[in-house]
């Protein structure tokens, strides 16, 4: 299951508005037909109540061995 948390300032360790996700990627490749479930974290800065910049972490080397 997703969790979603509010972003911190890492100086300040106030809210700042942002919003961090974790959760998982999975399905199934259809070139090689294998599975895959990787775990993934998702950050969103936002301005003027719009997504200003994203990120998102995963492990890519294991995405592309199934591929």
Do not use: C
Not at 7 to 13: H, Q, V, Y
Not at 28 to 54: A, C, P, Q
């Amino acid at each position: 299951d997703p969790v979603w948390l509010q972003g911190i300032d890492t100086l300040t360790m106030k809210p700042d508005g942002s919003v961090r996700a974790y959760g998982r990627w999975s399905g199934k490749s259809l070139s090689t037909g294998r599975e895959f479930s990787v775990m993934s974290y998702h950050n969103f800065d936002f301005e003027d109540g719009k997504i200003s910049s994203t990120g998102e972490y995963f492990d890519a080397y294991f995405i592309g061995s199934i591929f």
